[in-house]
């Protein structure tokens, strides 16, 4: 049942960002669709507070949307639930969130512990996002071999970027210093670390 209202708040959130950028954020044709949306998804919780999704689309129309009862506090709040409660996209979404808006070591490791958990449930953009922040070394140890793989991880999500940014590295040759390589079955593998899986080229 829950899983009904939140289709139901889901394709009336969807309807919003069809036309969000033909008019104003406010506009007061959004209103009914916002509210759809937000009536929808709280019910979802009332049927089970346990749902993650839930919360996770609640939260995304407290802080990004002008929806009738915006309250950004509620928000944050349901946005860390989720997270905490093992939602991938709240996950990347507050790990994101984390190193846009706040400065400090601190914040940079409890942002990457948010981002690491969502690529284990292979988030597309956390993968793409947590590649970029061993790429370039940011609040972690540069590690070339593990951007790859989660730029090929996120790649095979279907993620654009994360295919530019994989297909780069490889053209550049700046990876190759960091893999190893063997043969199996006429097929050459890669692996990229000892402990991550292994990525397979074919010829």
């Known amino acids: 049942m829950a899983m009904e209202y939140i289709a139901k708040g889901w394709n009336a959130l969807k309807e919003?960002?069809?036309?969000?950028?033909?008019?104003?954020?406010?506009?007061?044709?959004l209103i009914p669709h916002l509210k759809t949306a937000?009536?929808?998804?709280?019910?979802?919780?009332?049927?089970?507070?346990?749902?993650?999704?839930?919360?996770?689309?609640?939260?995304?129309?407290?802080?990004?949307?002008?929806v009738p009862g915006q309250c950004k506090a509620i928000g944050a709040a349901l946005l860390v639930e989720a997270a905490d409660m093992g939602d991938a996209d709240a996950q990347y979404e507050l790990g994101r969130n984390l190193r846009i808006?706040?400065?400090?070591?601190?914040?940079?490791?409890?942002?990457?512990?948010y981002l690491e958990k969502a690529a284990e449930q292979l988030q597309p953009d956390a993968l793409y996002l947590l590649g970029a922040v061993?790429?370039?070394?940011?609040?972690?140890?540069?590690?070339?071999?593990?951007?790859?793989?989660?730029?090929h991880r996120a790649s095979e999500k279907g993620h654009a970027g994360a295919a530019i940014a994989c297909g780069s590295l490889l053209i550049r040759g700046m990876i190759f210093d960091y893999l190893y390589k063997f043969k199996l079955k006429n097929k050459i593998y890669v692996c990229l670390n000892f402990h991550i899986k292994p990525v397979m080229i074919t010829n």
């Open 101 to 113: 808006e706040n400065e400090g070591v601190h914040t940079d490791q409890t942002a990457f512990c």
């Open 134 to 151: 061993y790429l370039t070394g940011d609040c972690v140890k540069k590690d070339i071999a593990s951007a790859l793989w989660c730029f």
């Open 16 to 29: 919003v960002d069809r036309v969000i950028n033909y008019c104003e954020p406010r506009d007061k044709r």
């Open 38 to 66: 937000k009536d929808n998804f709280e019910m979802a919780l009332e049927v089970d507070n346990s749902n993650t999704h839930a919360r996770y689309w609640l939260s995304r129309l407290h802080l990004k949307y002008h």
